[in-house]
């Protein structure tokens, strides 16, 4: 049996929450999405980004640039040449030898543990592309 105690402290609690729960302001996935590259709603042929038309111009010298160890000094190079737009993608199929999870000396992954340097790489790429407000798509 249930002591009238705990239904009166249960139900403090459970109007607690209710109240809490009321006042948060709770966003929508387009209003998140409103400020990243996207098709442009007047013409989806065109992109958009921040709500404002927009070319996207870019390029690289490899798809996984955040591996790049002269990366700073490349978006230097293709921000001087007009470029607005870096394309990264998180496959290797060439370059350096990192890969997200700690290798072992068995030669195999461990899965329960992240290579730091890896995304170190990775959260600099977005640290520098967003210094030069280069949107980045990963």
């Not at 403090?12 to 302001?25: E, M, W």
């Not at 996984?64 to 230097?76: N, V």
């Not at 170190?120 to 790429?125: I, T």
Request: hydrophobic share 40%; glycine share 4%.
């Amino acid at each position: 049996m249930i002591s009238s105690s705990f239904c009166i402290l249960f139900l403090t609690v459970a109007a607690l929450i209710a109240s809490d729960s009321a006042s948060v302001t709770r966003v929508s996935a387009k209003d998140r999405n409103a400020d990243c590259i996207q098709p442009y709603v007047k013409n989806p042929r065109y992109w958009q980004y921040q709500g404002e038309p927009v070319m996207l111009l870019g390029g690289s010298k490899t798809d996984h640039l955040f591996l790049l160890d002269d990366l700073k000094a490349h978006l230097d190079e293709i921000q001087v040449v007009g470029a607005n737009y870096v394309r990264n993608t998180m496959s290797q199929r060439e370059g350096k030898d990192l890969k997200p999870y700690q290798l072992l000396p068995t030669g195999e992954f461990d899965l329960d543990q992240w290579n730091v340097e890896y995304w170190q790489r990775f959260e600099s790429m977005l640290t520098w592309t967003a210094e030069r407000e280069a949107p980045s798509k990963s």
